[in-house]
């Protein structure tokens, strides 16, 4: 009998002991009716609806994408997929409202185009911006969705063709402070660690990582550990009973707002132990007497006042770490976008780098991504960052790049940091950034305090272009509007969390006149007559082959060396993690086995800074620490929260996601299955506030913060007491929307304009809000019951499960969302 991979996401067990291979199991989903027989070929890819880059294979059948299934000889997934995968990733890109053509805004309305016309007014607007104000008027925000070719020619447009500082992606919204932890810590970054690390480690911590739902396979390979000899002892950090702490020996349900001093508590705990790896510290690493000194107050009987959690279980997961042989540690948004974030996450390296346990087998750090792409944005230079993991504070390596790209060194922004897309929207606010283009993603209901997000990107005097799949809050704004061509139906390379590079091969044609990412960047590029120091063309790409070519060539030489892949290479097998070069010729699992770290002043993609502050290090006294290849041991005091409960505003707040949708369900809102098990907005609340509100199951709420409010249903569940969580994937679309109009349901109304002092990521994690009950519900809330979200009461609440698509047809009453308002054609 079939699994129903809505009601059991991890699906069927294959348990398997420490040092075992983890066994194949090829998941399968194909348009119902339709047997495998009769698809008419296969085509080569990797799902994009999470970070965890499964290798599939894409259906087709009469040109249409009917189904996927997961390739059983990847490295990644060994033939498994999860439930976005295998419902979203191919439905998800044919609803019937896909945009088909160009729209532009005409007295106040979008109607359709042409292409030409469409681009002519980008053009001519941005030529107008340059010759009268320069490239600080014009900005980019991208995406973690596009392919590693297009962020590079996004890469070269804005860096070498324009000139501007003014870029940077929603990669800066989910784990940027990723990145920021690596480079402080190893000098650049990369992933030290590998997801085979789950098969040798004796325990695993999950650090802010719900990883049961935001990456449902790499879970799946955790419990399949666990329901096998030898399994790891786990340790959960979260304020929410997650199935992950479900799974674990320790769960550390800390307030929001605490990591740091959870985490100077933990690394005291290594010292008064005994479990420093003495001879490696001192060979690898420096800054350990600093380290010693910032985490001697931190007591277990501090750590436990500050965060609300045990003193001996402090003591307890400390113990697990210091005595197991092999430990894995992976970290997401429950660190990365909270108070201290990159502090926090840089203790994590701190743990790993003090006991040796980094490069080896089984011990390894995973500071996770959230999306498919997110990776190439960084090693692109799409999100800002110099390609390559190069150092913008170094005249070598921008010079490097102007020798590649055939341009001047000064045409390359780096009199200063990078824009973080923070400071782009103040700057839009402010009225210096008067051209922003928006690709593959949505800052209406993903960005913080979204009222005032909506506000900007209405700001008059704008230029807003969006390219995107569908018309989304975001693109209901735009002046502009690009039809992209999405997953499937272009071909392009991308590389997940542990490097893994893979191909994504073309499947089926886009929708109507809508094209690839890369085709709109080369278009404009070439209508925009962007060209080299000797006159010849910036881009003179004619394809992804020929911009992945260009990229090997950046890459060469550096942490992320691509120059031993190839599109051949990539196709038929398992991807393969970078760097891949002459030294490595077949890829290279983890990272740092030698011990040796790219912190010379020469390699290092940063001089680091001053993780309270966000000051920058500067080249001088980063010379003067002599890191020479040694790891850096940060350091940083513990500071509260921006925003603590108050008698106004008495609970605290934080959004996450939902292992049914991704983002702002772009494609797994008009995902029939998916939408069917997580269909609208909710809030969740412990027993115990619950109960002194005066609130039930499915009762309809008002929260409140200083910024704004959400009425939705309340589902009282598992959160920490005082805390109340919200998703954020929800926003307006289905009803022709681009904000509340008096329906405010978005849990980003609530949130507030923070961010870390050195990764810039915005603090989604830590908000003071106050709920009032609004009126009696007349059903449970459309809460998932098989995660995070579960009910308190289960008997009193319809449990969450799947059906053939009729079925789910049936019980949504529509087979899709509804589609916008048809547009008229204008010239």
């Known amino acids: 009998m079939a699994v129903d991979r809505i009601a059991d996401i991890w699906g069927t067990r294959t348990p398997f002991a420490r040092g075992e291979q983890w066994p194949v199991r090829v998941d399968t989903k194909l348009a119902d009716g339709l047997d495998s027989g009769e698809v008419d070929r296969w085509v080569q890819s990797a799902c994009v609806l ?31 997929l999860g439930p976005k995968g295998l419902f979203g990733s191919w439905q998800g890109m044919t609803g019937q409202d896909r945009l088909t053509t160009p729209l532009i805004r005409r007295d106040g309305e979008l109607v359709e185009t042409d292409w030409d016309t469409a681009m002519d007014a980008i053009v001519e607007r941005s030529r107008r911006l340059l010759a009268e104000k320069g490239p600080l008027s014009m900005g980019f925000y991208t995406s973690g969705q596009l392919f590693l070719e297009e962020y590079y020619a996004l890469g070269i447009i804005g860096k070498a063709g324009i000139g501007t ?22 000098g650049s970054d990369g992933q030290p660690g590998s997801y085979s690390d789950i098969d040798e480690c004796d325990a695993v911590f999950l650090f802010g990582h719900n990883m049961a739902e935001t990456q449902t396979v790499l879970w799946a390979r955790i419990l399949d550990r666990l329901a096998g000899p030898n399994p790891p002892r786990v340790v959960c950090v979260d304020p929410r009973e997650t199935e ?7 769960h550390l349900a800390v307030r929001p707002g605490t990591n740091l001093a959870l985490m100077n508590g933990l690394v005291r705990e290594l010292f008064e132990g005994g479990w420093i790896d003495d001879e490696y510290v001192a060979a690898h690493t420096i800054g350990r007497d600093e380290l010693r000194e910032t985490v001697e107050p931190w007591t277990p009987e501090r750590v436990a006042e500050t965060c609300g959690v045990r003193a001996e279980d402090v003591r307890h997961a400390a113990r697990i770490f210091g005595t197991s042989d092999r430990v894995l540690s992976t970290v997401l948004q429950g660190f990365y976008q909270s108070s201290d974030a990159t502090a926090s996450a840089c203790q994590v390296n701190n743990l790993h780098l003090l006991t040796g346990r980094i490069g080896k087998p089984g011990s390894g750090i995973l500071q996770m991504n959230g999306q498919p792409t997110a990776q190439n944005t960084r090693e692109a ?60 993603t949505n800052p209406a209901v993903s960005m913080p305090q979204a009222e005032r997000i909506r506000r900007i990107l209405g700001t008059p005097g704008l230029f807003l272009v969006v390219q995107d799949l569908y018309l989304t809050e975001t693109a209901r704004l735009a002046d502009v509007v690009l039809p992209a061509a999405g997953w499937g ?33 080369l278009d404009y590029a070439r209508r925009m007559d962007f060209r080299r120091d000797d006159g010849a063309p910036l881009l003179d790409w004619s394809g992804p082959e020929d911009g992945f070519r260009a990229w090997q060539e950046c890459s060469r030489g550096r942490l992320c060396d691509y120059t031993g892949l190839s599109y051949e290479r990539l196709r038929g097998g398992s991807g393969i993690p970078w760097p891949c070069n002459d030294e490595h010729p077949d890829g290279t699992d983890r990272l740092y086995a030698d011990g040796v770290f790219p912190t010379e002043t020469e390699r290092a993609e940063t001089f680091g800074h001053d993780l309270l502050t966000g000051a920058t290090v500067g080249p001088v006294a980063y010379r003067a620490l002599r890191a020479d290849g040694r790891a850096i041991l940060k350091a940083a005091a513990y500071n509260p929260p921006h925003e603590v409960p108050s008698d106004e505003f ?38 115990a506030d ?3 509100l005066g609130i039930d199951e499915g009762d309809i709420v008002r929260v409140v913060s200083p910024r704004g409010e959400i009425v939705v249903p309340a589902r009282v569940g598992d959160v920490r007491e005082g805390c109340v969580f919200a998703p954020f994937h929800y926003g307006y679309w289905e009803d022709d929307r681009s904000g509340p109009d008096g329906h405010p349901t978005a849990a980003n109304e609530l949130t507030m304009t923070e961010w870390d002092p050195v990764s810039k990521q915005p603090i989604f994690k830590v908000a003071a809000v106050r709920v009032e009950r609004v009126a009696d519900g007349d059903a449970p809330a459309p809460a998932p019951t ?7 009461a289960p008997a009193r609440v319809p449990a969450t499960v799947g059906g053939r698509d009729a079925e789910v047809d049936e019980a949504l009453g529509a087979a899709e969302p509804p589609r916008p308002p048809g547009a008229r054609r204008t010239s």
């Open 50 to 80: 999470c970070s965890n880059g499964c290798a599939a294979d894409i259906a087709v059948k009469d040109g249409r994408m009917v189904g996927i299934r997961g390739r059983a000889a990847d490295v990644v997934n060994h033939g498994r």
């Open 165 to 186: 500082p003014h870029m940077d992606g929603n990669t800066r919204l989910c784990t940027a402070t990723a990145a920021a932890a690596m480079k402080e810590s190893f």
């Open 244 to 250: 992950v702490a479900r799974h674990a020996e320790v």
């Open 381 to 440: 230079g799409a999100d800002g960052d110099l390609p390559g993991f190069r150092n913008w504070e170094n005249p070598e390596h921008v010079r490097e790049l102007a020798d590649l790209w055939g341009v001047a060194v000064d045409q390359i922004p780096h009199w200063a940091p990078p824009t973080h897309a923070m400071q782009i929207f103040r700057y839009v606010e402010q009225g210096s950034i008067e051209f922003l283009w928006v690709q593959a």
């Open 489 to 521: 139906e272009k071909q392009g390379t991308f590389t997940n969390v542990n490097r893994t590079v893979h191909l994504s091969d073309k499947a089926v044609d886009p929708p109507g006149d809508a094209r690839s990412d890369l085709d709109i960047f």
């Open 650 to 687: 008495p609970l605290q707040y934080s959004t996450g996601r939902t292992v049914y949708h991704f983002h702002t369900r772009t494609k797994t809102g008009r995902t029939r299955q998916l939408r069917r098990a997580a269909p609208s907005a909710w809030v969740e609340l412990s027993r």
């Open 690 to 692: 619950a109960a002194q």
């Open 786 to 792: 098989t995660t995070a979200s579960r009910p308190a």
